[in-house]
């Protein structure tokens, strides 16, 4: 497993910008699927985006499609998540998310929060109308 600390959350506009960052300890980061999950107020934890060991797929959300984009930088340990016109109903406590990939298996398996072994503690993004 691996340690995940998220940052970069706050309150913005509609229409808005914030690039959330999430931290990761270890030295298997580069092995580890990567994702962002998210749960707004009364709602349960949904998916966002989820990003493959060599940053060459990522899936997205529905939602948040078009929108928003996730990248890694394997030598800086860090996720990013990159979310642009953002809407009210984007407003929620988003969480990094990890699991150690052992090669088989598609990245849109890791879809699924089951599918993670490792979470942070989330950061909230509040979006105002």
């Known amino acids: 497993q691996v340690q995940l600390v998220e940052s970069g959350g706050g309150l913005v506009q509609a229409g808005g910008s914030l690039r959330l960052s999430c931290a990761a300890s270890?030295?298997?980061?580069?092995?580890?699927?990567l994702g962002w999950f998210r749960q707004a107020p009364g709602k349960e934890r949904e998916f966002v985006s989820v990003?493959?060991?060599?940053?060459?797929?990522?899936y997205y959300a529905d939602s948040v499609k078009g929108r928003f984009t996730i990248s890694r930088d394997n030598a800086k340990n860090t996720v990013y998540l990159q979310m642009n016109s953002l809407r009210p109903e984007d407003t929620a406590v988003y969480f990094c998310?990890?699991?150690?990939?052992?090669?088989?298996?598609?990245?849109?398996?890791?879809?699924?929060?089951?599918?993670?072994?490792?979470w942070g503690k989330g950061t909230l993004v509040t979006v105002s109308s």
């Open positions: 270890g030295r298997t980061f580069s092995r580890h699927i």
């Open positions: 998310a990890a699991a150690a990939y052992s090669g088989s298996g598609s990245t849109s398996y890791y879809q699924n929060d089951f599918a993670m072994d490792s």
């Open positions: 990003i493959s060991t060599s940053g060459g797929t990522t």
